[in-house]
């Protein structure tokens, strides 16, 4: 993997205020999205790691990918405390590779800030396992 930094210092100020103050029915929301996950997770545009405290115990992984710096930032911090293993990377969607099979891709609330999108969900589906699943907040 390489890291791509990405400065977006107005926008990371912003997320990390809307971030810290979402609605109970939008956590309930990220909740139940990761429900029943299990194995390794990539978690696409992990923005300040607030899906981090819902992941279930089954999971054994989650590989983070987070390219604006400050946000990377704090999502490492939020991976210290999250009930599983978290890396946050830095790299973009469009750049990340793993040699390794996922079995689920988990993309909240990011996809509308990724140019191509239809590309990225491609690349996405072919780093899944045979049978993993992609979940879409």
């Known amino acids: 993997m390489t890291d791509r930094t990405v400065d977006n210092p107005f926008f ?5 205020t809307l971030s810290s103050s ?8 990220r909740g139940e999205n990761l429900t029943g ?20 115990p089954t999971v054994t992984e989650v590989v983070a990918i987070e390219p604006e ?21 830095s790299d973009t ?3 990340f590779s793993s040699v390794e099979p996922f079995d689920a891709v988990v993309c909240s609330l990011v996809l509308c800030s990724i140019d191509q999108p239809e590309t990225v ?17």
Do not use: C, M
């Not at 979402?22 to 929301?29: C, N």
């Open 12 to 16: 990371a100020r912003v997320w990390k």
């Open 22 to 29: 979402e609605p109970q029915a939008l956590r309930r929301l």
């Open 37 to 56: 996950l299990s194995g390794r997770v990539l978690e696409i545009g992990a923005g300040t790691g607030t899906n981090f405290a819902f992941y279930p």
């Open 69 to 89: 710096r400050h946000l990377a930032e704090v999502a490492r911090d939020a991976a210290g405390l999250a009930p599983v293993p978290v890396t946050v990377s």
């Open 93 to 95: 969607a469009e750049k």
């Open 121 to 137: 969900l491609r690349q996405l589906f072919s780093i899944v396992r045979p049978g993993g699943e992609l979940r879409y907040l």
